[in-house]
Nanobody, 124 residues
Framework: QVQLVESGGGLVQAGGSLRLSCAASGRTFSSYAMGWFRQAPGKEREFVADISSHGRITRYADSVKGRFTISRDNAKNTVYLQMNSLKPEDTAVYYC?????????????????WGQGTQVTVSS
């Protein structure tokens, strides 16, 4: 049974930082790319960042580039999202996702496996 469990969300003031974690199980973690997405109220879920299976290639949405950092620890089956210089527009539920493969050069290809999400709220 594949499971993804996010943690680390919360309420933070603009300019602050949070670190999200996503613990994975039920799949060979090191064989798959991992992605972070977010969904704000009334909006569609959007891509935030992804990381290749070996962790050497990362990719970011323009809206978070330079502020967010994705990383992974394959020994711990965990992917992280370090979020700095947070803005009110970063407020959303953040989800992690198992990739469909080790890496997709054109764009991240998500699988059907999603976590339950963790709420991030940034106050102005």
């Amino acid at each position: 049974q594949v499971q993804l469990v996010e943690s680390g969300g919360g309420l933070v003031q603009a300019g602050g930082s949070l670190r999200l974690s996503c613990a994975a199980s039920g799949r060979t973690f090191s064989s798959y790319a991992m992605g972070w997405f977010r969904q704000a109220p009334g909006k569609e879920r959007e891509f935030v960042a992804d990381i290749s299976s070996h962790g050497r290639i990362t990719r970011y949405a323009d809206s978070v580039k330079g502020r967010f950092t994705i990383s992974r620890d394959n020994a711990k089956n965990t992917v992280y999202l370090q979020m700095n210089s947070l803005k009110p527009e970063d407020t959303a539920v953040y989800y992690c996702n198992f990739g469909a493969n080790a890496y997709s050069p054109i764009r991240y290809v998500p699988s059907d496996y999603w976590g339950q999400g963790t709420q991030v709220t940034v106050s102005s």
